[in-house]
């Protein structure tokens, strides 16, 4: 038995690892400046967890195989334990994990800890059953009234966030369902959320925030390709959470401009 | 295979068996003094003690996270939609301070009178061996029925509650009204609700006098149940100070 | 140090009444609770298959079932974490074994208060029924997902089941709430009060240092969601807004305002960080146990696990943040949770090397209860280190609310959780039923479970980083996630044969209950208290003898001992450290 044990556990392990190095499935795509840090950080920890399993399991499978019972030919060891051996692998474990986090630390400050920068480009994205709502300010820059009594989702895009048009600040805000962005430049969002909690994922951004109501979560990231990205909501949010997706487009920054001068045109 | 240690003997003189004998009190051991196989009250009392203490941990923590939400709800301000700023909008709630203190002042006299009635029948229960000694009269009667009283004053307490609710309803203040007076409804009702647990089991410690239970275990019953009495009491402090100090 | 005679002895009772339904007897008590668990664990298996085949076949229609829609199968998933996390986990390791083992471990003849642990039974089956009532009434059970976010679980119009299904839920969790408070009073004081002469702290086997943590983690967690669920009871039923702020309902203007849906967040983990402690420390308490025993060598630095199941329980009381890195929390307050995370995974890799250390040395014996035991390490292992990912903030951005977490969490509470149920069970079979279950199906089951439960659950990895968010009905909706398909079809496979294996362990429990070989009073020639007393125990345990107890929990191999194991009771002059 201790010989099947010794070959089921190494299985195991071979077959976790193996689909881990080959990267079968695997993060999407980045398409950030966020990417190489956070992938770092991410490959990082997968070499150092994947040695510490590798070896855990291992050393499983091979001590219940060679430590089993051969009747009188097995003499125990009788110890209870070592307290040498117990500081040092508690120390190293210690400072592997404290250690690993405080490496990841500079990027979550850079991505959270900072406000946008002065040049970037406001969008507000709203998310309700099941949509996602994303409202650009405009040539005044400014983002116009809403008001909960004026809210009708059924009429889609401005009524859906209860735009006040009464207020000129909102006369020129432009609200789409579909998210467009230039590229090689920061973004500066507010998440805001009408009913429940929902969140704001694009995997290749690697970029999540939960919108909650309530709250207007201010948050950035800059996306370095042109190119349609997916966006899932990752907060359950009601029967309609897995089908509360949007698109993110990626243009350069001329295509963006000509988008928005539609946008604005047809608001007349 | 496995030896078992032989039963722990207890260095009592045994006089006899059944109720009713002649013996001397207890000396150290476990016993009480009336040979084995009667209950060892000493031993009860402390473990009841003890699960009391660890009992009032969690309802402790239960008005530890009320606390928590009260303070910070108290600071957290709300986003206005129309404004897209956030606004503070905690209504301090005016309560009937003077029902309250009235209400305290009652608390307060049950508990010392809940004292009492422990302090009663712990006197009781020392000297029920020598009242068994036939022929012997301690001269005592009934004595002031303390534990009634405590039960008495805390129900009093229960109403003066209800009657300042209906003074906050009759000031605009409802359950739903505003954040502030939720939590004086949720703070003050959670604490009735366990002080009306007391009460229930002072009602049953009150009965079992009637149904002649040993006044040792009736004494163990009261005991804990007093002290449960004086945390509420303190609790009820707690709770009054922090609707009023933070408001 | 109590003598039987303290205890108020009540005698053992007559009548089938007072004998098997309202008993007071611990034994009798940890039964009931272990059945009740049994019978949740097949209802929430029978839940998470429905749900695996519907996120593969989404428009599959089932036999008795018929056609699930996406809110049945949101309803299905709340209902399977809700059973499967209270009412199995919550209940079998601490209300089943250790309600059954914990007095007789450290020689007591029973609970310190006997009718409050019969209440505490009753009261978690009154909660199981409440819960169970969901699926019935109108509108059904509720769909907010056993972590019952609000504003989705306070608004009664957010979604089918979340009108009276979502305040039976709360109403049966506050039940639970209340039991399990009463059980925590009892086993905290029984560890405290009752232990017999010479079983010193130190001296405690593993198993109950993990049921007396567990109980105190149990009472400090268990209250705070008690609140919660009152505050929650109250938005929904009373109008108030401690977690609801202004929102709009499909163009609806509720009621509420000023609330934080955050509030909720933090008073439900700061319950549920501990509550996962508690389903796992039992489990961690029983391998220890069973490593020692069955490698016929003291556990490897028996100080070092009691003071990390002391520093887990502590320490799991300051990490519950982590579940809130993308909430809309600060930042900052993000970080220091982090810091903490990753410092509980000090003392779980001490216990692990330590397990390791234990099989080290030995002379393994590979009855059932010890494959099980060895099968919790690694999925320990496993499940415990995608943990050091999760507790990265920056990591958490992409992995947060993906299949990763559920592959994370299924893998520790879902399956090591339960091995060490099911070696548990094999183990003290015998002690409980004067019989052996039967060895070969038992390995037959091992095999398949571990093999088929790492086939389920160790793809969650892959597919999480792959970006699948949880909490899907189905993946229909979004072009990245197609390849993943047959990921997930294979998935659906092993769990249909996982849990179809089950029936095995079932089958081999109750039959070896009345037609399995006659045990010896100490078939693994163990060495703690249990392992004294007739098979199954009298009524107060010891038959009317107090045990003495001269040794520690782990005396195997001692050099120059008559035998290859020291009984916690043996004479003083036998030799033992």
């Known amino acids: ?268 | 295979m496995a030896t078992l240690s032989s039963p722990v003997s207890i260095d009592v003189a045994k006089t006899g068996q059944g109720g009713g004998g002649v013996r001397p009190p207890a000396y150290g051991g476990g016993g009480d003094g009336r040979g084995d196989g009667s209950p060892d009250y000493g031993a009860r009392l402390r473990r009841l003690r003890l699960g009391l203490a660890i009992g009032l941990t969690s309802v402790t923590m239960i008005f530890v996270s009320l606390t928590s939400a009260y303070v910070v709800r108290r600071g957290l301000p709300t986003l206005d939609e129309r404004t897209n700023t956030y606004v503070r909008d905690w209504i301090p709630v005016d309560l009937p301070i003077t029902l309250l203190l009235v209400n305290t002042t009652l608390l307060l006299v049950s508990s010392i009178a809940a004292e009492l009635a422990r302090r009663q029948i712990t006197r009781q229960a020392a000297l029920a061996p020598i009242r068994s000694i036939p022929g012997v009269s301690l001269g005592e009667g009934k004595g002031f029925p303390w534990l009634g009283t405590t039960v008495v004053l805390g129900g009093g307490f229960l109403v003066g509650q209800w009657i300042a609710w209906r003074e906050l309803a009759d000031r605009g203040f409802y359950v739903a009204t505003s954040a502030s007076s939720s939590f004086v409804y949720l703070l003050t009702a959670t604490h009735a609700v366990h002080l009306a647990g007391g009460i229930l089991v002072l009602l049953y410690a009150s009965a079992v006098s009637l149904l002649h239970t040993p006044v040792e275990a009736r004494r163990v019953v009261v005991d804990v149940t007093a002290w449960y009495w004086h945390f509420m009491f303190l609790l009820w402090l707690y709770i009054f100070g922090l609707l009023w100090f933070v408001r | 140090m109590a003598t039987s005679a303290t205890i108020h002895s009540h005698a053992a009772p007559l009548g089938f009444i007072r004998k098997y339904i309202f008993s007071l007897d611990h034994k009798v008590i940890g039964l009931q609770y272990y059945f009740l668990a049994l019978v949740a664990v097949f209802v929430g298996m029978f839940l998470s298959l429905l749900m695996r085949v519907h996120m593969v076949w989404p428009t599959a229609v089932l036999p008795l079932v018929g056609e699930i829609k996406p809110e049945t199968y949101l309803q299905l998933m709340t209902m399977h974490g809700t059973i499967m996390v209270f009412f199995v986990l919550t209940t079998a390791p601490q209300g089943g074994f250790g309600n059954y083992f914990l007095p007789i471990q450290i020689g007591a003849p029973d609970m310190a208060f006997p009718v409050l642990n019969m209440l505490s039974f009753w009261t978690t089956f009154i909660a199981f029924v409440v819960i169970l009532a969901a699926f019935f009434v109108t509108g059904g059970a509720p769909l907010h997902g056993w972590t019952g976010y609000a504003p989705l679980s306070a608004l009664s119009n957010s979604g089918p089941g979340e009108q009276l299904g979502a305040d039976l839920w709360i109403t049966s969790i506050a039940i639970f709430c209340i039991a399990s408070l009463m059980g925590a009073l009892n086993f905290i004081t029984t560890t405290l009060d009752l232990r017999a002469k010479g079983m010193t702290m130190m001296r405690l086997p593993l198993t109950v240092w993990a049921w007396f943590v567990t109980a105190i983690l149990g009472l400090l967690a268990f209250g705070v969601l008690l609140s919660a669920g009152i505050l929650l009871l109250l938005d929904r039923n009373l109008g108030t807004s401690f977690y609801v702020p202004l929102v709009v309902v499909n163009g609806q203007i509720m009621g509420h305002k000023g609330g934080s849906p955050l509030l909720w967040q933090h008073l439900f983990w700061f319950f549920g960080h501990p509550e996962v402690y508690i389903a796992i420390l039992p489990g961690m308490g029983v391998a220890s146990q069973l490593l020692s025993t069955f490698s016929r060598k003291p556990i490897f630095g028996y100080k070092a696990m009691v003071y990390a199941i002391m520093a887990i329980g502590f320490l799991g009381f300051m990490v519950w943040g982590h579940h809130m890195f993308m909430s809309g929390m600060s930042p900052y307050t993000a970080f220091a949770f982090s810091l903490m995370t990753m410092a509980i995974g000090v003392p779980s890799a001490i216990k692990t090397f330590n397990w390791l250390g234990t099989i080290h040395g030995g002379r393994v014996r590979f009855q059932t209860p010890m494959l099980y035991a060895i099968g919790f390490v690694s999925l320990f292992v496993s499940g415990g280190l995608s943990g050091p990912f999760l507790a990265q903030p920056v990591l958490d951005i992409p992995l947060h609310d993906t299949a990763f977490v559920v592959g994370h969490f299924h893998l520790i509470m879902g399956v090591a959780a339960i091995f060490g149920m099911f070696a548990a069970t094999y183990y003290w079979f015998p002690k409980m039923f004067g019989r052996m279950m039967n060895e070969t199906w038992g390995r037959v089951h091992f095999v398949i479970t571990l093999i088929g439960t790492y086939c389920i659950f160790m793809p969650m990895h892959y597919l999480g980083m792959a970006g699948q968010p949880r909490r899907y009905s189905q993946f229909t909706e979004l072009a990245y996630l197609q390849h993943l398909m047959p990921l997930n079809r294979f998935m659906t496979y092993a769990a249909i044969v996982t849990i179809s294996a089950q029936l095995i362990f079932v089958l081999n429990l109750f039959w070896s209950m009345f037609k399995g070989p006659k045990a010896t009073d100490n078939p693994w020639e163990a060495t703690t208290l249990e392992w004294i007393t007739a098979t199954p125990p009298p009524h107060d345990n010891f038959g009317g003898h107090t045990p003495v107890v001269n040794h520690g929990p782990y005396e195997y191999g001692v050099p120059g001992a008559p035998r290859d194991y020291v009984m916690q009771t043996d004479p003083a002059t036998v030799a033992s450290h």
């Open chain 1, 1 to 268: 038995m201790g010989l099947a044990l010794l070959a089921i556990i190494w299985l195991i392990t071979f077959v976790s690892t193996y689909f881990f190095v080959a990267q079968t499935w695997w993060l999407p795509h980045g398409a950030s400046t966020s990417t190489p840090w956070i992938d770092h950080q991410f490959a990082l920890t997968y070499v150092l967890m994947g040695i510490v399993f590798v070896a855990a399991q291992g050393a499983l499978g091979l001590f219940v195989w060679q430590y089993r019972d051969r009747g009188s030919a097995s003499k125990v060891t009788y110890s209870h334990g070592n307290t040498r051996m117990e500081v040092v692998w508690t120390a190293l474990t210690a400072i592997l994990f404290i250690g690993l986090n405080l490496m990841g630390s500079p990027i979550w400050a850079s991505e959270r800890f900072a406000p946008a920068d002065a040049d970037s480009v406001p969008v507000e994205v709203t998310g309700m059953q099941f949509a996602w709502y994303f409202r650009y300010p405009g040539p005044d820059g400014k983002f116009g009234r809403t008001d909960p009594k004026l809210m009708d989702p059924s009429a889609g895009n401005e009524a859906a966030l209860g735009l006040d048009t009464t207020d000129p600040a909102a006369k020129d805000d432009v609200v789409t369902g579909t998210m467009y962005l230039p590229v090689n430049r920061q973004v500066n969002l507010t998440l805001r959320a009408v009913d429940v909690i929902h969140s704001f994922f694009v995997p290749q951004m690697r970029f999540k925030q939960d919108a909650v109501p309530g709250l207007a979560i201010h948050m950035h990231f800059t996306p370095t390709e042109v190119g349609d990205y997916e966006i899932a909501c990752a907060e359950l949010c009601g029967l309609g959470h897995y089908k509360m997706h949007g698109m993110l487009k990626v243009v350069s920054q001329e295509d963006f401009d000509k988008w928005l001068v539609t946008k604005e045109a047809e608001k007349q």
